[in-house]
């Protein structure tokens, strides 16, 4: 694995980092201001961001190793890796919004869907013209997907909607819900779902916010507020249907591969980096916080924990555009993550103090930001899943108490 890209004997490389670089100060500056909560999003930035993500996705850049003849970049590793640096060091996040279903559906469709389906749903996602969210998720049920109650009955052309998901969805309007539902619930487990794309302007959904102890993000995260999502005889037509109808499950392990981490990521997490920038500004008693004892240390566990979860991250990214076989690789960086997450929120708080609980910029460092992490240290054990739900997963993928290990899904 080798992200040190040799523009020495491939200047195409460094002429293309020049051209991504250059489109980004005219785009999307770093100067811009930007909401530290995605609870603090207005419209108007929401705006600004579908923006920037239909922009990208007009040059294949927001999505640029997906294949060209559906929206994506069609581009090579080097290329790809180019642009996801420069976009995090923009701090712009793929996509700019939320918008879970797009990277969760696309790839799905792309591997389940029928031709027509995918030149229909996919081009639009890829070119960041429409926002989709995923439903998955039921009260009853939790992490355990495989309880879905949603029910879909066929009627002639078309499919009934009957139900609710809940802590779904991010900040304002999306275009459509990829969602899960049971097709037949006298058919056992696994056996009984299918998945559906969703008009948002379908007649009998209706949305509720969530008044919910976090956001499901953190800095600069895309992800905002929570909602409940109600279906009351929602029709939708046939065609919608991907995948077939029963056999959900099978899609849904290229949907969770992705959404448990299988396509890795380059990111850092610029709050660590401005916590690290702040104590050592900040002055208690007279000396920098940094050069207390008790605050060295615990900087310099954060700094050794944060680089394990980049590498992680970075090697599970290399796997999976390289095509090479994966097993337990994505769903162990993301447990990684949110364990180091909530390691790295309490050790904030212990180098902080409250400072690292409030929220008001006057008061707290990096407007606000810290704050967000803190609070998402917690939060985000569960998300796609719980902490728990990887343990399984992970033992599973390694064989553990089984005959032979379970297979990664399918990823594009």
């Not at 998901?165 to 696994?190: Q, S």
């Not at 959404?259 to 104590?279: K, P």
């Not at 290399?318 to 309490?346: A, C, D, N, V």
Request: overall charge negative; hydrophobic content about 35%.
């Amino acid at each position: 694995m080798n992200f040190e890209l040799n523009f020495a004997t491939n200047p195409e490389l460094r002429a293309f980092e020049d051209e991504v670089r250059t489109w980004l100060d005219a785009n999307a500056p770093k100067d811009v201001p930007r909401a530290a909560d995605p609870i603090r999003y207005t419209h108007e930035e929401f705006e600004w961001r579908r923006d920037i993500g239909r922009k990208l996705g007009a040059k294949g850049w927001l999505f640029p190793t997906f294949p060209s003849e559906y929206g994506g970049g069609g581009l090579d590793l080097d290329r790809a890796t180019i642009i996801q640096l420069a976009l995090d060091d923009y701090r712009i996040p793929v996509p700019p919004y939320y918008n879970s279903g797009g990277p969760l559906a696309a790839a799905s469709i792309l591997v389940w869907g029928t031709e027509e389906q995918k030149r229909f749903f996919v081009p639009p996602i890829l070119r960041g013209e429409t926002v989709t969210w995923q439903l998955l998720t039921e009260p009853q049920g939790g992490s355990d997907l495989a309880t879905v109650t949603t029910k879909a009955t066929r009627d002639g052309d078309d499919y009934l909607i009957n139900g609710q998901k809940v802590f779904v969805g991010g900040a304002y309007e999306f275009d459509y819900a990829w969602t899960i539902v049971n097709t037949d619930p006298l058919a056992p487990r696994h056996q009984n779902v299918s998945w559906l794309m969703v008009p948002a302007s379908s007649e009998g959904m209706t949305r509720q916010p969530l008044d919910l102890f976090t956001v499901h993000g953190a800095g600069e995260s895309p992800v905002g507020p929570k909602e409940a999502v109600f279906f009351d005889n929602v029709r939708v037509p046939a065609f919608n249907l991907v995948g077939g109808e029963n056999n959900g499950w099978k899609v849904a392990t290229t949907h969770l591969e992705y959404e448990h981490g299988g396509a890795g990521h380059l990111r850092n997490i610029w709050v660590l980096d401005e916590f690290f920038q702040y104590c050592k500004e900040t002055k208690f008693r007279g000396k920098p916080l940094s050069e207390n004892q008790d605050v060295r240390d615990i900087l310099a566990d954060v700094w050794a924990d944060y680089q394990v979860d980049k590498l992680l991250g970075m090697h599970t990214f290399w796997l999976h555009h390289t095509k090479r076989p994966m097993s337990y690789e994505g769903i162990q960086s993301t447990f990684y993550h949110r364990m180091f997450s909530l390691r790295t929120s309490q050790r904030i708080q212990q180098a902080l103090g409250y400072f690292g609980l409030v929220s008001d910029p006057q008061w707290t460092p990096n407007d606000g930001r810290t704050e967000v992490f803190v609070r998402y240290g917690l939060g985000g054990l569960h998300g796609g899943g719980t902490h728990d739900t990887d343990r399984v997963i992970m033992s599973r993928r390694m064989g553990l108490g089984r005959n032979a290990s379970e297979a990664a899904g399918q990823m594009v």
